[in-house]
C-alpha cells in the first residue's frame, strides 16, 4: 500500500481548518465552542498538544486514538520503526510527520508537533502545534546549532500505517 495522498491531505486540511478556528477564537483558551483542549479530548486545564495530533490523524491513521501523551505518540512511531533523528529532517520530513520537543531544554519530551515545512535558506521547520499559549499555532523552530535541541525525536506517517 503506497502513502495515500488522500489520508495526507485529510489530516493536514483538518489542521489548517483548526488553526483558522483557533484565530477565530473558537478553540484553545477561553474558547467560543470548546474551551483548551476538549474539543481534541483533553480535560479542560490539561496541556492537549498530543491529543491534537492524534485528533488530527486519528480518521487516517491505524491505532493512533488514544496516544495522548508524547511518549505513547513516540511509542507509536517506534513501534511501526518509522522514527528519525534531528539530523535527517532536511532529506526525510514529510508534511504531517510527527515531532517529540523538549520545552524545558533536555531530553525529555514534552510537547508534540506536526511537521509542515524545511526551509532550506534558514534551516527552520515550521510546524503545526496544539496548545501554543493554549491556542493552535504555527512556529517555526531552528534544526541546527544551540536552539535545535529542543527538537527531540521525529516520526514519520508511512504506508503500513494509513487505514
Known sequence: ??????ALRAILLRGFKEY?????GRVGYRGTDKVD???YGADKNEQWCSEF??????????????????????DYFQDYKSTYERSQIKNRAKRGDYIAITTKGSEKKDHSAMFLAYDQFT????????????AVGI???MTEGDKAKDIVKLGGIISNMVK
Open 139 to 141: 512556529r517555526e523552530r
Open 1 to 6: 500500500m503506497t502513502l495515500s495522498r488522500h
Open 20 to 24: 483558522d478556528e483557533s484565530t477565530l
Open 123 to 134: 534551516k527552520e521547520i515550521w510546524t503545526l502545534e496544539g496548545n501554543v499559549g493554549n
Open 53 to 74: 495530533y492524534v485528533w488530527l490523524t486519528k480518521d487516517n491513521l491505524k491505532d493512533i486514538k488514544g496516544r495522548t501523551y508524547v511518549s505513547r505518540l513516540v
Open 37 to 39: 483542549g476538549t474539543k
